[in-house]
């Protein structure tokens, strides 16, 4: 099976590292022309310069800020006006760790504005193009923690689940029109994310970090992280004309972590 993108314009949000950039580059390797989006601008113009060019792709990036919404807003509306766009990738960092005893309204708000504002306002402003072309991807970089939340992540296990709500209820309602919404729950990864949070759950606990990296490790039945490619290559699937029959759909990718149905 060969995935060809060729003559489609991807929108790849949080691309500067991890998952987020594995995903810009697969899907660059299989034809598209990417517009990178996150708040590193030398790391996106590197990125940029490197990115697959396999059919000529003239590659961008948007220098934006998940955590400010209202510069993010400005920045997006303005850039998005009247570019057409066929795949988009809704990817951000996370919120910081900490339990529900620990998080206060305002942290939750921000966590609100982080991961599912962000997500809808991007949605709509590139679906009326998607719409008028009979063609588009919605691809939303989610957790496996909306089927098992995960412990010290309050804020993320909570946001994440209104978002994979949000999109259930979208895609019924855009599938006409040749458009899919899906949801990726996304396992451990050898990326710089597991690291972070592996280390926060350190100082807080006292435990080592390679005690928990080995702990993490041994509850995946793969027993060991994904590869960042691993990853793109479900994305790139998912947003080929291949994938047009999945719609709706919450897909793990997990190594068989989870023990939910």
């Known amino acids: 099976m060969n995935i060809n993108l060729?003559?489609?314009?991807?929108?790849?949000?949080?691309?500067?590292r991890g998952l987020g950039l594995a995903v810009a580059n697969q899907l660059a390797a299989s034809g598209a022309q990417i517009t990178l989006m996150a708040r590193n601008e030398s790391k996106m113009q590197a990125i940029q310069q490197k990115l697959p060019t396999p059919n000529g792709q003239l590659h961008d990036y948007l220098v934006v800020d998940y955590a400010d919404f209202p510069g993010f807003e400005r920045i997006v509306t303005d850039f998005f006006e009247s570019k057409s766009v066929d795949i988009l990738v809704n990817n951000t960092n996370g919120p910081a760790p900490g339990t529900v005893l620990q998080k206060g309204i305002d942290e939750y708000q921000q966590a609100f504005d982080l991961l599912f504002k962000s997500y809808h306002l991007l949605t709509h402003l590139l679906l009326p193009r998607m719409h008028s072309n009979g063609f588009g991807r919605i691809i939303?970089?989610?957790s496996t923690s909306v089927k098992e939340p995960i412990p010290n992540l309050?804020?993320?296990?909570?946001?994440?689940?209104?978002?994979?709500?949000?999109?259930?209820?979208?895609?019924?309602?855009v599938a006409p029109f040749g458009i899919t919404v899906n949801n990726i729950l996304t396992g451990s990864f050898d990326t710089e994310r597991i690291t972070e949070i592996l280390k926060a759950q350190s100082e807080q606990t006292g435990a080592s970090l390679e005690k928990l990296t080995e702990e993490k490790r041994g509850k995946i039945p793969a027993g060991r992280f994904g590869k960042p490619e691993e990853f793109g290559y479900l994305i790139a699937f998912l947003a080929s004309p291949m994938a047009?029959?999945?719609?709706?759909a919450s897909i793990p990718i997990d190594g068989g972590y989870l023990t939910a149905l």
Not at 8 to 15: E, H, N, R
Not at 156 to 173: D, F, P
């Open 6 to 16: 060729n003559g489609y314009q991807a929108v790849v949000g949080g691309s500067s």
């Open 244 to 248: 047009g029959y999945i719609n709706g």
């Open 140 to 142: 939303n970089l989610s």
């Open 154 to 173: 309050a804020l993320s296990n909570t946001i994440r689940t209104a978002v994979i709500s949000w999109a259930k209820s979208l895609s019924r309602e």
